[in-house]
C-alpha cells in the first residue's frame, strides 16, 4: 500500500504543480523588496453631461452674470466621440521607478473603446518626446485591445525607468470610442489631439488640437521599493486645481508632493490628485458622489496608505445655502465624513481631515451656509476622528476677515486659490504625520 502512495505521489504532486502560477513557487528578491504604487492618477466624470438645470433659487438670490465675472468660471468642452484619432496626454508624476505601467478605464462610457495603438515615452517639450524613450503598450500581450463600458484594464510592465517628477507624454490612437469619452475635464495640461495614428510619432502632426483634459487614462504606476506608498487626495475643484496655472503644476497635491521628494531621506511617497470640480460627498453631480467613488478612486488604487479629504463646500452651497436653506446641517456631511474615515481603516489607510476654506464672495455662498462651514470645520479639528489634521482654512484665509480668501490668494473668483495660494495649503501639512 504504501509502494503505491508513493508511486502516485510521484505522478500527483509534479501535476499539482503544474497547476500553481510560477509567481507562488517562488519570488526573487527584487520582486520581495517592491510592488506597484501609482505615481500619477485623475479621477473619471460624469461627461460628457447636458447643461445642468437652473436651480431653484429663494426669493432675492439672483443668478450672476458669469460673463462679467474673474476668473475660471468654465469646465473646457469635451468631445463626445472619437474616431480614427490619437489623443496624447502630458502626465507629471510624483516618484519614480524601474517599471510602469498603465491603467486605462472605460468608466462612463457608452459602447465598446476600440484602441488600437498605445505609445508612452518620456516628454521633452510640447507634444516631443525624449529620442529613444518611445515604448509600445500591450494588454495581456496584445497592442489592439476594446474596453466595454464600465470595464478597467492594466497594461503589461513596460521596460521604461522614470524618475521622480517625470513629465510623460502617453498616446492612445483610438480607432472608435463609442458615446460618452470617460475623461477628467480639468486635466490642467496640455493634450494633443489629431487625425489618424500619430502613437509612436516623435511629436505631434501640424493639424493637431489642443485641449485641458485627460481620456480614459487612470493611473500611471510604477514599480517601486517596497516602502514607497501613495497618498490619495480626495477632493472638488480646490484639490482639482482649479484657478491654478495651466501647464505649472501648481494645484497643491503636486507641490505637497514636491516638499515630501525634497525629504532627504526616507521612503519616496507619491501623492495622487483625485479631485472633480463640483464634486459634492452625499450627492451625486459633477462626478459621483465622494462616497460613491470612494472604492474606486482610492481603494483600488495600488499602493495606497494615506488619504487627505478635502470634500464639503459643495454640498453645503448646493444644498444647505441656495436650493433649499437649511436642508443641509453640519451632522450630514459629519456623517459622510464619519463613512469614508471607517471605510479607510477598514483596509489600513489613514485619513487627514481637511478643514474647509472660505468662499465669502461666492455668490452661492451666505450666512447659513458660512455657519455650517464654520461647524463643520470646528468637528474636523477637535474631534480626533480623522488620524490627523491640515488646517487649510487657517493657512489661506484672510486674517482680518477669516470668511474669505486671502485677497493675494484669490484669482478672481473668490473660492479657488490660486498658485501660491496652493503653495500656501502644501505647506500646511506637518510632513512627519505621514512617517506613522
Known amino acids: 500500500m504504501k509502494r503505491q502512495l508513493r508511486t502516485i505521489a510521484r505522478w500527483v504532486v509534479p501535476s499539482l504543480l503544474l497547476l500553481v502560477p510560477l509567481s507562488c513557487l517562488g519570488q526573487t ?30 426669493p432675492g438670490v439672483k443668478m450672476p452674470d458669469f460673463s462679467k465675472m474673474k476668473g475660471p468660471i468654465s469646465r473646457p468642452y469635451i468631445p463626445p466621440s472619437f474616431e480614427n484619432q490619437t489623443v496624447r496626454m502630458i502626465v507629471h508624476t510624483t516618484i519614480g521607478g524601474r517599471e510602469i ?73 483610438i480607432s472608435s470610442s463609442g458615446e460618452a469619452a470617460t475623461s477628467h475635464p480639468l486635466g490642467l495640461h496640455t493634450s494633443y489631439i489629431a487625425p489618424g495614428d500619430s502613437a509612436s510619432a516623435a511629436s505631434m502632426p501640424a493639424d493637431f488640437k489642443t485641449i485641458t483634459s485627460y481620456f480614459w487614462l487612470r493611473t500611471v504606476d510604477v514599480l517601486a521599493p517596497a516602502g514607497d506608498f501613495a497618498i490619495v487626495c480626495l477632493g472638488d475643484s480646490i484639490t482639482d486645481g482649479y484657478g491654478t496655472t495651466v501647464d505649472a503644476d501648481k494645484a497643491w497635491p503636486t507641490q505637497l508632493a514636491n516638499r515630501l521628494n525634497d525629504l532627504p531621506k526616507g521612503p519616496r511617497v507619491a501623492v495622487l490628485n483625485q479631485g ?95 455657519a455650517t462651514r464654520q461647524a463643520v470645520n470646528q468637528w474636523i479639528r477637535t474631534s480626533k476622528e480623522f488620524d490627523a489634521v491640515v488646517d487649510f482654512d487657517l493657512a489661506v484665509q484672510d486674517p482680518s476677515h477669516p470668511a474669505r480668501l486671502l485677497p493675494s490668494f484669490n484669482p478672481g473668483d473668490n473660492i479657488h486659490p490660486n498658485d501660491i495660494g496652493n503653495r500656501a495649503m502644501a505647506d500646511a501639512f506637518r510632513l512627519e504625520d505621514f512617517q506613522h
Not at 523588496?33 to 438645470?53: F, G, I, N, Y
Not at 509600445?136 to 489592439?144: D, L, P, Y
Open 101 to 173: 505601467r498603465l491603467e486605462l478605464s472605460n468608466a462612463f462610457g457608452k459602447g465598446i473603446l476600440s484602441i488600437a495603438d498605445v505609445h508612452i515615452a518620456i516628454r521633452q517639450l510640447g507634444s516631443t518626446i525624449e529620442p529613444g524613450t518611445d515604448r509600445r503598450v500591450k494588454f495581456s500581450g496584445n497592442a489592439t485591445v476594446t474596453v466595454g463600458p464600465g470595464v478597467l484594464i492594466v497594461s503589461d510592465p513596460i521596460d521604461l525607468e522614470i524618475k521622480p517628477e517625470s513629465d510623460l507624454a502617453v498616446s492612445l490612437f
Open 29 to 58: 528578491k527584487a520582486s520581495d523588496s517592491e510592488h506597484w504604487v501609482a505615481s500619477w492618477a485623475t479621477s473619471q466624470d460624469l461627461t460628457p453631461q447636458a447643461p445642468p438645470e437652473r436651480p431653484v433659487l429663494p
Open 276 to 370: 472633480i470640480s463640483g464634486n459634492q460627498v452625499l450627492r451625486d453631480g459633477a462626478g459621483v458622489s465622494a462616497l460613491a467613488r470612494f472604492d474606486r478612486d482610492v481603494l483600488s488604487v495600488p499602493g495606497v496608505r494615506w488619504m487627505v479629504l478635502l470634500e464639503g463646500i459643495n454640498d453645503i452651497n448646493l444644498h444647505g445655502q441656495v436650493t433649499d436653506p437649511g436642508a443641509l446641517v453640519p451632522d450630514d456631511l459629519i456623517q459622510g465624513y464619519r463613512q469614508l474615515i471607517a471605510r479607510a481603516h477598514m483596509y489600513g489607510i489613514k485619513v487627514v481631515g481637511a478643514t474647509l476654506t472660505p468662499d465669502e464672495g461666492v455668490w452661492l455662498a451666505g450666512p447659513v451656509g458660512e
